[in-house]
């Protein structure tokens, strides 16, 4: 069924404004219903399909805007407050989690792709999480925001080489994104010496001061372009450029709450959504209903929970007790935007089948809801913290 674009634009923006108080009144989160929402528009239920490419575009835009702002989310404050030892437990953590991930990969008869999508996490699910608890601003809480933040930004990068590497083996074009990176180190040390040079201008563009002109967003989407079309350029995904202009915009303002807010009003209030509907109408709920799918699934989500919860024990070296394992490990076994783009990815370059990403998606929706909750559930009477570092 094809549903005019002046209908489909109405249906889509009437979801996008009534699907998060309905999320709310029957406690799920929001990107769940948009996504579940899709899933009865589009393959799996009612076959609909939109007119015209604006669906396409909206939602793609509405992802680069997502990625922009999970790289705003990294708070390099606390990156560099943390003592040598605790960076180096960090990414110790994250190896053997890609190592286990590595290990069930081969065990699913896949190779390194998948073992790359399952060590991903979702910092934009681990962050509000945290601030719900109250648990952000504590020890505990920064070592797992630093934690989602390793797992986002490794995986991204691996994810990026890797397929560089299946279409061009080692040659010039595997080496060509390295300037850009060069280049980004550049522009993170010049703008963070601007904003300290220049600091009514840096408020200006934080809107902390009046600004009719919004300057701050007018800058914000040019670096996401600008990021987008440099990765375009030198053949790397534009998720991994528009993540890097958020990453650069985050490490020169420190204090950006405002500028935060502004953007979350123009993604989440509209782009965004479109994003998960858009996800949602590409489901097909049939690939992972049949009996074989269903199995490689529900071994799929028992490995997803494994390579996240096995490593959570190394923490017990760090002095944490095995309630506060068991928290880290369900809240980073929560995954959503970052590995539904690693599905669509690993299908553009046919790393992957459409049933895998399918799987992959359900996947997604199964643990961006099981995570939190699990956390919730084992916060339990909440305790002080110890004072170790993870």
Same mark, same amino acid.
């Given at each position: 069924?094809?549903?005019?674009?002046?209908?489909?634009?109405?249906?889509?923006?009437?979801?996008?404004?009534?699907?998060?108080?309905?999320?709310?009144?029957?406690?799920?989160?929001?990107?769940?219903?948009?996504?579940?929402?899709?899933?009865?528009?589009?393959?799996?239920?009612?076959?609909?399909?939109? /007119?015209?490419?604006?669906?396409?575009?909206?939602?793609?835009?509405?992802?680069?805007?997502?990625?922009?702002?999970?790289?705003?989310?990294?708070?390099?404050?606390?990156?560099?407050?943390?003592?040598?030892?605790?960076?180096?437990?960090?990414?110790?953590?994250?190896?053997?989690?890609?190592?286990?991930?590595?290990?069930? /990969?081969?065990?699913?008869?896949?190779?390194?792709?998948?073992?790359?999508?399952?060590?991903?996490?979702?910092?934009?699910?681990?962050?509000?999480?945290?601030?719900?608890?109250?648990?952000?601003?504590?020890?505990?809480?920064?070592?797992?925001?630093?934690?989602?933040?390793? /797992?986002?930004?490794?995986?991204?990068?691996?994810?990026?080489?890797?397929?560089?590497?299946?279409?061009?083996?080692?040659?010039?074009?595997?080496?060509?994104?390295?300037?850009?990176?060069?280049?980004?180190?550049?522009?993170?040390?010049?703008?963070?010496?601007?904003?300290?040079?220049?600091?009514?201008?840096?408020?200006? =563009?934080?809107?902390?001061?009046?600004?009719?002109?919004?300057?701050? =967003?007018?800058?914000?989407?040019?670096?996401?372009?600008?990021?987008?079309?440099?990765?375009?350029?030198?053949?790397?995904?534009?998720?991994?450029?528009?993540?890097?202009?958020?990453?650069?915009?985050?490490?020169?303002?420190?204090?950006?709450?405002?500028?935060?807010?502004?953007?979350?009003?123009?993604?989440?209030?509209?782009?965004?959504?479109?994003?998960?509907?858009?996800?949602?109408?590409?489901?097909?709920?049939?690939?992972?209903?049949?009996?074989?799918? =269903?199995?490689?699934?529900?071994?799929?989500?028992?490995?997803?929970?494994?390579?996240?919860?096995?490593?959570?024990?190394?923490?017990?070296?760090?002095?944490?007790?095995?309630?506060?394992?068991?928290? =880290?490990?369900?809240?980073?076994?929560?995954?959503?935007?970052?590995?539904? /783009?690693?599905?669509?990815?690993?299908?553009?370059?046919?790393?992957?089948?459409?049933?895998?990403?399918?799987?992959?998606?359900?996947?997604?929706?199964?643990?961006?809801?099981?995570?939190?909750?699990?956390?919730?559930?084992?916060?339990?009477?909440?305790?002080?913290?110890?004072?170790?570092?993870?």
């Amino acid at each position: 069924m094809v549903i005019p674009q002046e209908y489909a634009l109405l249906l889509v923006s009437a979801a996008a404004l009534l699907l998060p108080a309905l999320s709310r009144s029957i406690g799920i989160p929001a990107v769940v219903a948009e996504i579940l929402f899709g899933v009865i528009l589009g393959k799996s239920v009612l076959h609909m399909e939109f /007119a015209g490419n604006w669906l396409p575009f909206l939602a793609e835009l509405g992802f680069l805007l997502l990625m922009f702002q999970a790289g705003m989310e990294i708070d390099f404050g606390t990156l560099r407050r943390q003592s040598r030892g605790q960076i180096l437990f960090q990414f110790l953590f994250f190896f053997v989690t890609l190592g286990l991930s590595l290990l069930a /990969a081969l065990m699913l008869g896949s190779g390194p792709f998948m073992a790359l999508v399952l060590s991903t996490t979702s910092l934009g699910l681990v962050m509000p999480t945290l601030k719900e608890s109250g648990l952000s601003k504590t020890e505990l809480g920064q070592s797992i925001l630093i934690a989602a933040t390793l /797992a986002d930004f490794l995986t991204l990068f691996g994810i990026t080489f890797y397929i560089l590497f299946i279409q061009y083996g080692i040659s010039w074009r595997f080496v060509l994104p390295i300037p850009l990176f060069v280049g980004f180190g550049i522009l993170l040390r010049l703008g963070r010496l601007w904003a300290w040079w220049h600091p009514s201008q840096a408020e200006r =563009v934080l809107g902390i001061q009046e600004d009719a002109q919004e300057i701050g =967003v007018r800058l914000s989407m040019a670096l996401l372009f600008l990021f987008v079309g440099l990765s375009e350029l030198v053949h790397l995904e534009p998720v991994l450029g528009a993540f890097l202009g958020g990453s650069l915009l985050s490490y020169v303002f420190r204090e950006k709450a405002l500028l935060e807010t502004k953007l979350s009003a123009l993604g989440f209030g509209f782009l965004i959504p479109v994003f998960f509907i858009h996800v949602g109408m590409q489901f097909d709920l049939s690939n992972v209903l049949k009996p074989e799918p =269903v199995l490689f699934t529900l071994t799929l989500l028992g490995f997803a929970l494994v390579v996240k919860l096995a490593p959570a024990f190394l923490l017990v070296l760090r002095g944490r007790r095995l309630r506060e394992v068991f928290q =880290v490990g369900f809240l980073l076994s929560s995954r959503l935007s970052l590995i539904i /783009a690693a599905a669509a990815i690993g299908v553009q370059n046919r790393l992957i089948t459409e049933e895998t990403k399918d799987a992959i998606v359900f996947l997604a929706l199964i643990t961006c809801f099981l995570g939190p909750t699990l956390f919730k559930l084992s916060l339990g009477r909440q305790s002080g913290q110890s004072s170790s570092g993870v």
